[in-house]
């Protein structure tokens, strides 16, 4: 299933490149968004106790991942995929000479 979504997501006029950065970029940040995670769930386990870990271990982890994915896509389309698709401006078109 993982495959097929990021086939989905990378479709288009994409470099290799691009579709690279866009997928190391992902993997990166997720790993270390779930390191972070695990981290703030022991130190809230460590100074609050088992439920409030528990607690944003579920909800509060959550949330960051979600937050994340958006951030992530966001920042992907629009500066690692969106710079390949931008158009040429009208003075430098082709076939549009200065009469």
Excluded: C, K
Aim: charged residues 10%; glycine residues 12%; positive net charge.
């Amino acid at each position: 299933m993982g495959r097929s979504l990021l086939l989905v997501g990378l479709r288009g006029p994409y470099s290799l490149e691009a579709r690279a950065q866009a997928v190391l970029l992902g993997l990166l940040g997720t790993l270390l968004l779930n390191l972070a995670r695990m981290a703030a769930v022991a130190l809230v386990a460590t100074w609050g106790g088992f439920v409030p870990a528990v607690v944003f271990h579920d909800y509060g982890g959550t949330a960051l991942i979600v937050l994340w994915l958006f951030a992530f896509w966001f920042a992907a389309t629009r500066w690692i995929l969106g710079e390949r698709l931008r158009p040429a401006s009208p003075d430098t078109s082709p076939g549009m000479g200065r009469t």
